[in-house]
């Protein structure tokens, strides 16, 4: 299959090495000749690593980066059968592309967006004929990431969504389908992980260092201030901002003014040296942490995260084994969070959430009617 991919920073990059590696001749455009450039070191690197662990040898390596042409014009995309853009998240700028795009293609070929939380259904609809356009979300690093989300649009031919999530599969990916609402599965879901863990610190309960820990040690591989400068305030705050929008302002996605401060200064995480930590940062280890502070940061944050997939389940977004599958795979939790409401007992999700709406009469923290009916 002739692959396009329109836009060649990480993501798209990404998406041109999993392409080829999958046996694609990938045509890479981007508007910029220095980060097609950048994007083709950066995949010899990638690959270049894989033949050390002896993953793919040197002939396959010399393989792969041989099925990848960079272009300089969206001419060259003419013949592909399939287009998965990945550029900034700017609705304007994705529907200019795909308005651009659809007169250069076959009817047949299948057009895709790689976005994060924007409308599929919004940016296709600058197409003429969008029963072929869809999302195809993937997730960074795009080759060691297991998940990929296929979204469909109000417009998408049921024939081209199964005719996307074969390549998908066939290109060694698990593919959940959601529905087109803001943030889809996983960026809806993943929000109270870092919202709540923000009121908390904001309200003077515990310190970024203690949640954190408190997190860690509950199975979690990063705590939610180390995974928020680990992803970027840019990125995180942004995605957080428009699931927020999209969802007429509901308060359980309201931005936090901690990490807009953080975001305004400049002050970006890892990739800036400064965050909620300062960089290099080593997690801290052997915290002294009282057992009622650890249950109560602990409960606080899971008793969101499982409404919030009950929330996911309740509205039609996915079937419940894909929460679970996209939880596991694509934010690297230890184990499904419905599995985890079963095991602590939703009773006590529930007793959690109501608490906590009685304090603070916010509709954040409202049960999702599945659980009440799960007891």
């Known amino acids: 299959m002739i692959t396009g991919v329109v836009g060649a920073g990480s993501m798209g990059s990404g998406i041109a090495q999993l392409a080829a590696m999958s046996g694609c001749e990938v045509r890479l455009f981007d508007i910029d000749k220095h980060q097609l450039t950048k994007a083709l070191q950066d995949i010899s690197l990638s690959l270049g690593k894989f033949a050390l662990k002896g993953v793919i040898g040197?002939?396959?390596?010399?393989?792969?980066l041989g099925r990848i042409y960079t272009c300089e014009s969206l001419n060259s995309l003419s013949d592909c059968e399939l287009i998965i853009e990945a550029i900034a998240e700017d609705l304007a700028l994705k529907k200019d592309?795909?308005?651009k795009l659809e007169p250069i293609v076959s009817q047949q070929c299948l057009l895709a967006t790689n976005t994060s939380s924007l409308s599929i259904t919004s940016i296709g609809s600058v197409m003429k004929n969008p029963d072929r356009f869809l999302g195809i979300h993937f997730f960074n690093p795009v080759v060691m990431m297991q998940l990929t989300e296929v979204i469909p649009a109000t417009q998408t031919n049921d024939n081209n969504v199964a005719k996307a999530i074969s390549v998908i599969e066939s290109w060694g990916k698990t593919v959940v389908?959601?529905?087109d609402t803001p943030g889809f599965i996983v960026n809806k879901v993943a929000r109270p992980y870092y919202s709540e863990a923000i009121r908390m610190m904001e309200e003077g309960i515990a310190d970024v260092f203690t949640i954190d820990a408190t997190m860690r040690n509950s199975g979690f591989k990063m705590g939610p201030f180390e995974l928020m400068d680990f992803i970027g305030h840019d990125v995180n705050y942004r995605v957080t901002e428009s699931v927020w929008k999209s969802f007429y302002y509901d308060s359980r996605y309201k931005p936090?003014?901690?990490?807009?401060?953080?975001?305004?200064?400049g002050?970006?995480?890892k990739k800036s040296g400064k965050g909620f930590y300062n960089y290099p940062h080593t997690p801290g280890k052997g915290i002294d942490i009282h057992p009622e502070l650890v249950n109560l940061i602990f409960m606080r944050i899971i008793s969101k995260l499982i409404n919030e997939a009950a929330d996911t389940v309740f509205y039609g977004i996915c079937h419940q084994e894909d929460v679970e599958t996209s939880v596991k795979l694509g934010l690297n939790y230890p184990k499904g969070l419905l599995e985890w409401g079963n095991e602590i007992g939703y009773h006590k999700i529930i007793e959690t959430l109501d608490a906590l709406y009685n304090h603070y009469h916010e509709e954040r923290y409202?049960?999702?009617p599945l659980l009440r009916k799960w007891i």
């Open 256 to 265: 936090s003014f901690s990490q807009l401060r953080l975001l305004e200064a």
């Open 177 to 179: 389908k959601a529905k």
């Open 58 to 64: 040197q002939d396959e390596m010399s393989g792969i």
């Open 267 to 269: 002050y970006l995480g």
């Open 366 to 368: 409202r049960v999702c």
């Open 97 to 99: 592309l795909f308005g």
